[in-house]
Every structure is written in C-alpha cells, then in structure tokens.
C-alpha cells in the first residue's frame, strides 16, 4: 500500500511547482486505504485546509494512476511527524512503525544545488512575492533576470528602506534561476559574509581559493551592501570580483538600503559601475497592497481571517511589510490563544500596542504642527504664501503626509496648508514623490517625521 503514495508523491511533484510541492506535502503520509476511503496524515491543521481546497483533485487523479479509486479523501493531523517529502526522487521502501505507517527516510537522488552552498533560502519565491504599485517595476526586472540573466539589467542595483521585501526578492530571483537550471552556480551572501570570508582566506592565506571560488560563479547576489567595511582590501576585491564576473556578462544582484553614491564608504568607481545598468526601488506599500499581501499570505497559510481585520491592519501598521507581518502573526497568536477569531480580538482592543501598529488617531493640525517643527519654523510660516525652497518644501512634505497618511482630499489638504487650490496640492505631492526616488535624505527625514507623528 505505501509504494502507492511513494508513486502518488512523486507524480504529485511533476505536476505541481516545487515550493508548493515541498510546502504542503511536508510530513504528510498515507495512513490508510479503506473501502475507497484514503486517509491522508498531515503535521498540522493549516494544511488540512490548503490540501483539500487546492490538492485534493490532483491528489486523486495520482491514486487513480496507481489503480487506486478515491471515493473519498479524508486528511487526519498526526503529531510529531518527522518525515520529509522533499523534491527529487524517493528512493526508500517505507516502514511501518508503531501501528501507524510511514514513510521513512525519502531522500533525492539526483542533487540540485541545496540551500547550504547557494545561501538561498526556498521559503522566499517569485510565487510569494506580491506584486503592488510599490514593487512592480524591480518585479519585472527580476522577472527578466529570471529569462535571462547577464544580459539586459547587468549589475541590478535593488535598493529601499528596510522590511520591503529586498531580501526576499533577490532569493526569489536566485530561486526561480535554479529551479530552471539546477546546474546554475549561484551565491547569495550578506556583504558581512563575504568580508569574513575573505578576511578568513587572508588569514588561511588562501585568497587564490577565495577568488576562484567567486569566478566560477554564474550568478553572485550581495545583500545589504550599504555595510560595506571601508575602502580596504575587502573592497578592492569585491571591485576585481564584480570587474570579472560583469566582463564574463554573469549576473550581479546587489541590494542595499540607499543608492550607491550614499553609501559612505564606497569607493567612486564601485558606486558608478553599480548603477551601470539603472538602480531600482522598493517603496512604501501603499493600502491596497498591504491588504493584497495579507491576504496572499493567508490564503497560503490556509487561514481564515475577515477582510475587516486584513483592512485594519493595512490601515494601522504605516511601517514595512516585516512589521505589517508581524502584527498579522500576533493577531492570529492572539485570536489562537483566545480561541475567538481575529477581527473579535480586535473589536475587543487585544492588540494595537505593537511596534508598527498606529492606533492612535491623528489629527492634520497635529501634522503641520510637527513638520513645521521638524523643519524649524512655525506653523504659520510653513503654510505662509513664501516660495522660499525650504519652507515651500516643508509644505510639500506635509501635503505628502497628509495625503499618503492621513488619506486626506486634496480640497481638504489645501485648506490645511493655506495654498490656494487642490492642483497645487497635487503637483505638491507629486514633486514629493518624484524626490524620494533619489534623495535618500529625504526619504530618512519622511521616516523620522513618521515615528513623531505617532510616537
Ligand atoms: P528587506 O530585505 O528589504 O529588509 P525582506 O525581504 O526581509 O525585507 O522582507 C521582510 C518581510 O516582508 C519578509 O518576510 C518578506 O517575505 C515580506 N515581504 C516583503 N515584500 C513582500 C511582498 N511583495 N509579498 C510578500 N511578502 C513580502
Ligand atoms: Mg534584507
């Protein structure tokens, strides 16, 4: 009987993508075949859902390959189940154990490249990565690296504040690289990483080892460069690295919280050569695609949750999308612990006291008041008639906020900062937004007045 899920499994794999493969049928095993009756055993309650929603028919087709007719699936939690169905080809003969059968020890045969020597971690893929207006554009670049790397967006710069999604985007892109080419040589590192490693080859005196190992790459991915040590040995060898992979037209991923010429110690031709092929943003998720987010992300869990409280928590947490995800963990804890569903738990004020998570109202005076003292001048001045470039900039970053944060009507806005009509408020915003493509000081001062505003 288990050599039938053995094959079902390994038919299941051909025909479903490998993350969803590896992330619902995990731990799952065959309990039992009865009358027509399968029983299917899963690790934990989330997955009963997703695999009778989205696998069930595939599910049964697989078992009627095997000449085994499904009247009816049903799935059953086991606990404690330490059994790994991974992608590859299953090779053991299953065992019963203890009454209840399992299938033991599945190992692949035919390697691809594992996470360990790539860095690349498979929980993040282009499959979970939400498009929204705040990404869309370095979506499609990542997409066309995927198609065809080295060529069009050679090096490709991806820079935002923390907790957008860099991380998980340039791992998407390593993924998706390999799942299309298991032969593909990748790395993805930290830039700390790769400043030990190669203060560690200084130290083994094992650098010719180091620079072979980086030149025999296909696709090398640098996170969070901006922590880049200073203009030492370190980076020079990065510069020769990039030089020669970039002149064998192999990709190069870096990603960074600023452009390049912002980060303070980088050397000016490094900085130049980064931004050769255009530097791309992540921006602030604005609220339909903080709600497209969470909802992606429950249905993937195969969690309930209304859309009140998705929409409550689009519309409080201002943060990033690392914070937006936190307070949707807690909630569910919350809602879990209380055994009441989530939108209960924040109907009866259990949550909100979160980082990221703005309860407190806030007013537009409250607004003005605080950017006219950011920028050192009154209310009064800053909504003054003075064309004067900072004190007609601070007006603009409170139109801005007032708009972005605030949700305000540009009528309203403009009655707020005493310009004279909405068109002003528009173009005010505008120039805003355009400025914080590339002005990172700008973007720094918009995150300070945030936590003033709320703190
Ligand atoms: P960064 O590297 O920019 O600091 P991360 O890549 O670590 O940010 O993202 C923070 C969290 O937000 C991660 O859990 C990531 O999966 C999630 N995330 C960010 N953007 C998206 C998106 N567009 N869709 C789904 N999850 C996202
Ligand atoms: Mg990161």
Not at 77 to 92: D, L, Y
Not at 158 to 165: D, S
Not at 205 to 228: C, W
């Amino acid at each position: 009987m288990f050599g039938v899920w053995k094959n079902v499994l390994a038919e299941v794999e051909q025909v479903i993508p490998r993350e969803q493969f590896s992330t619902w049928f995990t731990g799952t095993e065959l309990v039992s075949i009865e009358d027509g009756v399968v029983t299917v055993g899963v690790p934990n309650v989330f997955k009963i859902k997703q695999l009778q929603v989205k696998y069930s028919e595939v599910l049964k087709t697989a078992f009627s390959h095997n000449n085994v007719e499904v009247k009816q699936l049903s799935y059953i939690v086991q606990g404690n189940n330490k059994t790994k169905v991974r992608s590859g080809e299953i090779t053991s003969t299953p065992t019963a154990i203890g009454g209840t059968a399992r299938v033991s020890s599945l190992v692949r045969k035919n390697k691809t490249p594992n996470s360990l020597q790539t860095g690349l971690n498979p929980k993040y893929n282009l499959d979970n990565f939400v498009t929204g207006t705040n990404n869309i554009l370095a979506v499609s670049v990542a997409r066309n690296i995927v198609d065809q790397p080295g060529e069009k967006y050679n090096p490709f710069f991806l820079y935002g504040g923390p907790g957008l999604g860099k991380t998980h985007l340039v791992h998407a892109i390593g993924n998706a690289l390999v799942a299309k080419d298991a032969k593909i040589k990748i790395q993805y590192m930290a830039v700390s990483g790769f400043y030990s490693d190669f203060i560690k080859a200084v130290q083994n005196k094992t650098t010719a080892e180091f620079r072979q190992r980086f030149r025999a790459l296909d696709v090398l991915i640098i996170d969070d460069f901006q922590m880049i040590m200073g203009k030492d040995a370190s980076q020079v060898e990065f510069f020769d690295i990039f030089n020669e992979l970039y002149g064998m037209n192999k990709q190069i991923i870096v990603t960074s919280d600023r452009l390049p010429d912002q980060i303070k110690k980088i050397d000016e031709r490094l900085a130049s050569r980064l931004s050769w092929a255009g530097t791309f943003d992540l921006q602030l998720p604005q609220f339909e695609d903080k709600c497209a987010i969470l909802r992606a992300k429950a249905e993937f869990s195969g969690i309930e949750i209304e859309d009140e409280a998705i929409e409550y928590l689009a519309e409080n947490v201002k943060t990033n999308i690392r914070d937006l995800e936190g307070e949707f963990n807690h909630l569910l804890a919350v809602a879990d612990l209380k055994g009441i569903t989530p939108l209960e738990v924040i109907n009866e004020g259990y949550v909100n006291t979160n980082k990221g998570m703005r309860s407190k109202t806030v007013s537009p005076r409250l607004v003005v008041e605080k950017v006219a003292k950011f920028y050192q001048l009154t209310p009064k001045e800053m909504c003054s008639k003075s064309r004067v470039a900072n004190i007609k900039n601070a007006r603009q970053v409170a139109m801005y906020i007032l708009s972005r944060e605030l949700g305000m009507s540009t009528p309203k806005i403009a009655a707020e900062v005493g310009v004279k009509d909405h068109t002003t408020v528009m173009h005010g915003i505008k120039k805003i937004e355009g400025d914080l493509k590339l002005n990172f000081t700008l973007r720094d001062q918009i995150a300070a007045l945030r936590e003033k505003i709320y703190g």
